[in-house]
């Protein structure tokens, strides 16, 4: 027999006079044992000017690519500015997803699958059959690259999302470059050593409507991504924290702007220099918190291990097993999303 379905937390937030949240999206206990940082603090996250990366002089490249090694190395965060993403493109992005959430349950049904590497899949929470505790989330994830998915509804959604991956990818890829060079190595050595050209990208956007009790829920709880690098674009409305130096530091939105971040794949690559660092959605009482992701990895196929220019028996060996990449994202996947799965294939 399948297990009982769960509903949307969108269908629970829009009950008629509701009450009370089902005890399910309670969370007895905080979120890990940091604390929250004090005010201001967000203030520090790494800017990078990608611009100067790509159009600069040869000065000015060198100087952001020192930069981008920095952010990876303190902070696995950075936003990026001076994209050359139209405001336009990442409007209607959002505006695109808010459309899709606010289908009919019937039609969003469609997506709903079990199978965790199906091209496009709507769901709630992460993983429900597997977890204690739900999320206050739902989701909408989308294969995107190398082969291109979409749903049918609502109208403009392929041809807006097709926009927007192709941007994204692409900075993606001049960001892939310049960590590359961070590190020591050729601009084009993390490009090929991941088969950037049949990168496996998942789009997911991420709908956290208010709850009555914040402090209560979580949106997402602390995890790393599963990727190289993620690219988030949010609605200007806060809740994403990130884990810095034992501090929860709240990340508030920068209108047309990217927040970045190193992701499990560049921390095996880099041999843990670069750290994939925890991160959590908070939820709020007040307005609904959109989300986008754009999680661009490896190619399936490509079996993803240290570089090894970075690598010296005595002062640095290898901190990683290798793995291909499909199976690290099944194994992500199917999992709980608090398990770490890069503990899981740690040597030492």
């Not at 996250?45 to 060198?62: C, E, H, K, V």
């Not at 829920?217 to 602390?222: F, H, K, N, T, W």
């Not at 994939?276 to 908070?282: D, E, G, K, P």
């Amino acid at each position: 027999m399948a297990p009982p379905a769960v509903a949307s937390v969108k269908t629970i937030a829009e009950t008629p006079n509701l009450a009370s949240i089902p005890s399910s999206y309670i969370f007895s206990a905080n979120d890990g044992a940091a604390k929250a940082a004090p005010r201001g603090v967000e203030d520090s996250i790494p800017t990078i000017d990608f611009s100067l990366l790509t159009m600069g002089t040869p000065d000015q490249r060198a100087k952001v690519v020192d930069e981008l090694g920095k952010a990876c190395q303190d902070w696995g965060f950075f936003v990026v500015m001076n994209h050359g993403v139209e405001e336009r493109v990442m409007r209607e992005m959002i505006d695109i997803c808010r459309e899709f959430f606010d289908l009919t349950e019937e039609e969003k049904t469609e997506y709903k699958t079990e199978h965790v590497l199906d091209p496009i899949r709507y769901g709630t929470s992460f993983n429900p059959q597997k977890e204690k505790v739900l999320f206050w989330r739902d989701y909408l994830k989308i294969f995107v690259h190398p082969k291109f998915h979409s749903p049918t509804k609502p109208p403009r959604f392929r041809e807006i999302l097709e926009e927007y991956c192709k941007r994204s990818i692409e900075m993606a890829r001049e960001l892939v470059r310049g960590i590359s060079e961070s590190l020591g190595l050729e601009t084009c050595h993390l490009e090929r050593a991941v088969d950037f050209e049949s990168c496996s990208t998942l789009f997911a956007a991420n709908f956290y409507p208010p709850y009555p009790q914040p402090e209560l829920a979580r949106g997402l709880p602390s995890h790393s991504d599963q990727c190289l690098l993620t690219l988030l674009l949010q609605n200007q409305i806060s809740g994403l924290q990130i884990l810095h130096q034992g501090n929860w530091v709240d990340v508030n939105p920068i209108p047309n702007s990217f927040l970045v971040n190193v992701a499990d794949q560049l921390e095996i690559l880099s041999n843990g220099k670069y750290k994939s660092v925890l991160h959590r959605a908070m939820v709020n009482n007040k307005a609904t918190r959109l989300s986008i992701a754009v999680a661009v990895g490896s190619s399936p196929e490509t079996v993803v291990s240290p570089a090894p220019q970075l690598l010296n028996k005595l002062t640095n060996p290898p901190l990683f097993k290798h793995i291909k990449y499909t199976d690290y994202m099944q194994m992500v996947q199917s999992s709980n999303l608090q398990d770490s799965c890069l503990d899981r294939i740690r040597l030492l």
